[in-house]
């Protein structure tokens, strides 16, 4: 009994969050554009071949750890193609299998039926499985382990038909198919089980001879994200889906995973991330809501061990957010925040965003054009953009109408 009470009162209730603008404390962030000999970066051609590389080693050895090159994926097994949503789409099921191995991710991939030609897609991790993303019997539940979840009855680690569309709220396909585009989602258990000891039976585990890297060498996130790469091999494959206009979305912990994904592989044409928080589009050295101190206790094997060093005093880090999401450019970004998820420090999201636009301004590109915190529902910026919504933590159709109409602009 004593021990229990002892695990409980631990950084949960210790942690109180700061909610206060007025109490974030003064910082200064790294400059994107100078170089660690000193040297200041002033064309686009330096930021790519010196500023550009030097930055995700620091992101590397501070925040995330190593991410593989790969090896790709070259071998497929398609379970399953059928039309969906009353013909409107082509509904396909891909084992997607890790390189030459036999460890293997099920993505859920739809195609607008009805449009000629390759189409641009996007792609994301969900957090439930393949079969909460849209309520139909023929999508396999997940078999691998999965959170417990009241509200759905899972209380022994594994999924029930009763959550078939949990998740439908957050994956308007069929608005997103109406828009002529694909969605490409897959289950992020089949790359790492998000728990402390999930690493154990993951991909950080399962691939260590193929990977060449030790399970402490990367984290959790870096693992999810690796598999959003291999999702993209595939799509290299199939002729209905055009390769070099996909977009990699990711909500909360799958947003930080999505910016880290595209950091590392260019082959992902626009970046949108929604409400990714701390470790994700939030800066670091603002203390408010979640901090590196909070993320890196509650969550420490997202990250590599050197992280936490951090969290008494995030001055120290060699990078801030700001600089994860220069690497982005001069692909357009685009940033998502909500009004009430202020554990993800919205504003900070926003000057992140922000300080990110000097970079774009090196390839002649107009970031969010403002340091002005926009209204709500009033997304601003052109290469990069940003918006807050009304309401919490979540992916609305709000926010897809904007990311679906932001790759409009950019692909036409
Ligand atoms: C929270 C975590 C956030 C965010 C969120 C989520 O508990 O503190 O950084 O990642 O989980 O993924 O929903």
Redesign the pocket.
């Known amino acids: 009994m004593m021990f229990f009470f002892f695990s409980r009162t631990s950084w949960a209730q210790e942690f109180v969050p700061n909610y206060d603008e007025l109490k974030v404390g003064n910082y200064t962030l790294p400059d994107p554009l100078r170089l660690a000999n000193g040297r200041a970066v002033t064309s686009s051609k330096q930021w790519t071949n010196e500023r550009a590389p030097e930055i995700l080693k620091l992101f590397n050895e501070n925040v995330y750890g190593a991410f593989p090159d790969g090896p790709k994926s070259t071998h497929f097994e398609l379970l399953d193609e059928r039309e969906a949503l009353n013909g409107k789409a082509i509904a396909k099921q891909v084992r997607i299998f890790f390189g030459a191995s036999q460890e293997y991710m099920d993505m859920l991939l739809f195609l607008p039926a009805k449009v000629k030609g390759s189409v641009p897609v996007f792609i994301g991790l969900n ?1 439930m499985g393949n079969h909460t993303v849209l309520n139909d019997s023929w999508i396999p539940l997940t078999s691998r382990w999965v959170s417990n979840n009241s509200t759905y009855g899972i209380s022994d680690h594994k999924t029930n038909e009763g959550s078939r569309g949990a998740q439908s709220a957050r994956w308007p396909v069929e608005m997103v198919i109406d828009a002529g585009y694909g969605l490409a989602t897959a289950y992020y258990g089949d790359l790492e089980p998000d728990y402390p000891d999930g690493w154990r039976t993951g991909i950080r585990t399962t691939l260590q001879t193929l990977t060449g890297l030790q399970p402490r060498q990367w984290g959790a996130l870096g693992a999810w994200g690796w598999g959003l790469c291999r999702m993209m091999d595939y799509l290299e494959t199939d002729k209905k889906v055009n390769p070099k206009k996909v977009i990699i979305t990711g ?6 995973a999505a910016l880290w994904t595209a950091a590392n592989d260019k082959r992902f044409a626009i970046v949108v991330s929604n ?6 589009t939030a800066l670091a050295r603002r203390n408010y809501g ?1 901090t590196v101190e ?2 890196s206790t ?2 420490p094997y ?1 990250f590599i061990s050197t992280y936490a060093t951090y969290g008494k005093d995030p001055a120290q880090l060699p990078v801030d957010q700001h600089m994860l999401l220069g690497l982005m450019a001069p692909r357009p970004l685009y940033v998502a925040s909500a009004l009430d998820d202020k ?2 420090d919205p504003y900070g999201e926003f000057l992140s965003a922000y300080h990110a636009g000097r970079v774009y301004a090196l390839f002649g590109k107009n970031g969010l054009g403002t340091d002005t915190m926009p209204a709500t529902d009033q997304p601003v910026g052109d290469f990069v953009r940003y918006h807050i919504r009304q309401g919490g ?1 979540d992916i609305k159709p709000y926010d897809w109408e904007q990311f679906i109409a932001f790759a409009n602009r950019h692909f036409k």
Do not use: M, P, T, V
Request: hydrophobic share 35%; charged share 25%; aromatic share 18%.
């Open positions: 957090f909500h909360s912990r799958l947003g930080k409400n990714s928080g701390e470790g994700g979640e909070r993320i509650a969550f997202w554990w993800a933590h």
